[in-house]
């Protein structure tokens, strides 16, 4: 059984930074892509941040140059260091991974809340 255990979530000040990681585990599972989703009250589940196996990523507009996704393959872990946070960012983010057979597990959700 898949399971994605997420941490890193909190209060933060508007400027402020916050780093959230994702440990995947689970025998035999083989992760293709690894990525962060966000959900605001009253909003659709938006994507952040993806990362595939060899490296590349995809973020979306509104976090560029603020956010950073980064993995280890070895470790089946993946992180997402947020900087420069404005309150437009508050929301549950999780963690989704994918593995080669097209598999999707979805994280718990943490709650990341930017406010003075």
């Known amino acids: 059984q898949v399971q994605l255990v997420e941490s890193g979530g909190g209060l933060v000040q508007p400027g402020g930074s916050l780093r959230l990681s994702c440990a995947v585990s689970g025998r035999g599972v083989s992760v293709y892509a690894m990525g962060w989703y966000r959900q605001a009250p009253g909003k659709q589940r938006e994507l952040v941040a993806v990362i595939a196996s060899g490296g590349n990523t995809n973020y979306a507009d509104s976090v560029k140059g603020r956010f950073t996704i980064s993995r280890d393959n070895a470790k089946n872990t993946v992180w997402l260091q947020m900087n420069s946070l404005i309150p437009e960012d508050t929301a549950v983010y999780y963690c989704?991974?994918?593995?080669?057979?097209?598999?999707?597990?979805w994280g718990q959700g943490t709650q990341v809340t930017v406010s003075s």
């Open positions: 989704k991974v994918v593995d080669f057979g097209a598999n999707a597990y």
